[in-house]
Antibody
Framework: EVQLVESGGGLVKPGASLRLSCAASGFTFRIYSMNWVRRAPGKGLEWVSGTSSDSTYIFYADSVKGRFTVSRDNARNSLYLQMNSLRPEDTAVYYC????????????WGQGILVTVSS | SYELTQAPSVSVSPGQTASITCSGDKLGDKYACWYQQRPGQSPVLVIYQNNRRPSGIPERFSGSNSGNTATLTISGTQAMDEADYYCQAWDSSTAWQVFGGGTKLTVL
């Protein structure tokens, strides 16, 4: 069974940093592209970042470029999102999602992890 | 940047057909997919490559994509179909994944 489990969320102040993790199991992680998607309160889904299977290709939405860094460790079956210089508008539930076709669609999603940026 | 537009809300009576549309410039030249997200749950892929259903998705869900509009059709809508629905496409010029703003489907 494919499972994606996010961790690392929480409440932080503006300007702080946070690192999200996504532990994958039930599939051959190293051959799939992976993505981070978020949903802010009262808003819709927003794609944040994606990485190819071997990290050769990495992309970011304009809203997080220069502040967020995506990485993966194929030996540990894990995906990460390093979030720096956090802003209140980064408050959202963050999901990791497996990429079925590189690019897209996203066929499996984690349960999501809440990140709250507030003073 | 590429944009996808959805109506904020659609209402349908139980047993009737619901149509949810997604508009974007030459969207028909891209693959469109659709996600269902119930309150408090993670998104679920219901249609990909315009009209393909993943395993486990009921046959009442179907999709089409032509011109500037992709459409998700739910036939014989059930109360359990009440959810937010999002379209998605890949913008090759930026390599970004783009989501529509979402449509809240109400079954009443």
């Amino acid at each position: 069974e494919v499972q994606l489990v996010e961790s690392g969320g929480g409440l932080v102040k503006p300007g702080a940093s946070l690192r999200l993790s996504c532990a994958a199991s039930g599939f051959t992680f190293r051959i799939y592209s992976m993505n981070w998607v978020r949903r802010a309160p009262g808003k819709g889904l927003e794609w944040v970042s994606g990485t190819s299977s071997d990290s050769t290709y990495i992309f970011y939405a304009d809203s997080v470029k220069g502040r967020f860094t995506v990485s993966r460790d194929n030996a540990r079956n894990s995906l990460y999102l390093q979030m720096n210089s956090l802003r209140p508008e980064d408050t959202a539930v963050y999901y990791c999602a497996r990429d079925l076709g590189s690019p897209g669609p996203f066929d499996y999603w984690g349960q999501g992890i809440l990140v709250t940026v507030s003073s | 940047s590429y944009e996808l537009t959805q109506a904020p809300s659609v209402s349908v009576s139980p047993g009737q057909t619901a149509s949810i549309t997604c508009s974007g410039d030459k969207l028909g030249d891209k693959y469109a997919c659709w996600y269902q997200q119930r309150p408090g749950q993670s998104p679920v892929l219901v249609i990909y490559q315009n009209n393909r259903r993943p395993s486990g998705i009921p046959e009442r869900f179907s999709g089409s994509n032509s011109g500037n509009t992709a459409t998700l059709t739910i036939s014989g809508t059930q109360a359990m179909d009440e959810a937010d629905y999002y379209c998605q496409a890949w913008d090759s010029s930026t390599a970004w994944q783009v989501f529509g703003g979402g449509t809240k489907l109400t079954v009443l």
